[in-house]
């Protein structure tokens, strides 16, 4: 099993929609992210992928081995949540993938990968 | 609301440059060094051609009720920085039931030779 463990930080959430280019303000501006119900702002769900998917890639051999990514964003990422990775071994050329932050709560479900071996 | 399914965007040129990249790769804690993440195709497939589908009027997404359910990426190969590629999103489904609207976007990318790099598959909710 591969793992990886991320506590998320405002700096991290923004330097992702800067290089992302998703600047929506749910994940920038608590006011912002309060007024539409949000308990302040969130991690877009691309970053959690992302990181995921580093996790996936080291598990496949490399980044170039990766084939085919895929999510169900479940739970909502806040800043200090810390969110553990892993990615295990499903058979050939493939991985279940998991997240779950310090809680036991799931945020990315129905998660898998394909590499080639 | 309107059901667009079916209906195709007009293709995105998009430059894999290489100080994004290496930002991005940075911000998902990836090694800069190993080239373009695989999941920068939320950059160069799925970010450059699902803002037609928001700026759509006819599809009439409603952002207040936006929620990106799930994401796929699938790859024929992984593009290399300096590269330029093509993005075009399709509106792949789009069925409303009880109260819920459920849109699939596809986005296909391809190189400059016109061979397939990426196909991403994203599922949107929309709560009424």
């Known amino acids: 099993m591969t793992e990886r463990k991320v506590t998320f930080t405002r700096e991290q ?12 303000p749910i994940h920038l501006d608590d006011d912002f992210a309060r007024s539409v ?11 959690q992928m992302g990181i995921l998917g580093t996790v996936a890639a080291e598990a496949a051999g490399g980044p170039g081995h990766l084939k085919r ?16 990775f892993t990615a295990t071994p499903d058979g050939e050329g493939r991985l279940e993938l998991s997240a779950v932050n310090q809680k036991g709560e799931a945020v990315l479900t129905k998660a898998s990968a394909d590499y080639e071996t | 609301m309107a059901a667009v399914a079916g209906k195709t ?14 930002e991005f790769a940075r911000a998902i804690g990836a090694d800069p060094d190993e080239g373009v993440p695989p999941t920068y195709a939320a950059v160069y497939s ?15 997404i409603d952002f207040a009720h936006l929620l990106h359910a799930e994401q796929e990426f699938e790859w024929t190969r992984h593009p290399r920085a300096g590269e330029t590629v093509t993005s075009t999103g399709r509106v ?6 009880r109260g819920m609207r459920f849109v699939g976007f596809e986005s296909e990318t391809a190189d400059a030779s016109g061979a397939p790099v990426c196909r991403s598959r994203a599922l949107f909710i929309i709560r009424s």
């Open chain 1, 13 to 24: 959430i923004a330097a992702y929609a800067e290089a992302g280019g998703d600047h929506n």
């Open chain 1, 37 to 47: 119900g949000l308990p302040g702002v969130i991690a877009h769900g691309l970053l």
């Open chain 1, 69 to 84: 990514l895929l999510v169900r964003f479940a739970g909502m990422v806040l800043p200090g949540d810390t969110v553990t």
């Open chain 2, 9 to 22: 965007y007009p293709a995105v040129q998009i430059e894999i440059d290489p100080d994004r990249v290496a």
């Open chain 2, 46 to 60: 799925l970010g450059v051609t699902v803002p037609k589908l928001f700026g759509d009027d006819e599809a009439a």
């Open chain 2, 92 to 97: 792949a489904s789009d069925v409303s039931r």
